[in-house]
């Protein structure tokens, strides 16, 4: 357990430090070394891996679409209702990578933290 602690926040230290590459790197190789450090950090079996990728482009998609829409319709000061919306969108759209995960404490601590990686991924909004 402590062993799996340790490699959490190690993750968590490293995508942080590959955030702040972005700029020198670009997009596509963020990506790639981003989803590369995730599916270590899961453990995921290495036959899983590209469908995993495939789930997560898909759900980064659905979810920059859903960050687009909740903008659009109320860019200064969006009503709780709405931020529950957005929310619950968010937790639908990213259950979708609950197939490849499991009760282990990485795959949990990653599940409590997905709107942070999530947030790793999505492109900011364009004004």
């Not at 860019?75 to 957005?86: C, G, H, K």
């Amino acid at each position: 357990m402590l062993a799996d602690r340790a490699a959490s926040d190690k993750f968590w230290r490293d995508l942080e430090s590959l955030l702040d590459a972005l700029a020198v790197i670009g997009e596509a190789r963020y990506l790639d070394l981003g989803l590369k450090m995730t599916e270590e950090y899961l453990q995921l079996d290495p036959s899983s891996t590209r469908e995993f990728e495939r789930m997560v482009l898909a759900v980064l998609e659905s979810l920059g679409q859903a960050r687009m829409t909740a903008d659009a319709a109320d860019n200064d000061d969006p009503s709780r209702e709405d931020l529950r919306a957005y929310q619950e969108q968010i937790r639908a759209v990213t259950a979708r990578l609950d197939p490849y995960l499991d009760s282990s404490f990485r795959h949990q601590q990653f599940r409590l933290n997905i709107e942070r990686w999530v947030g790793h991924f999505l492109k900011p909004v364009e004004q």
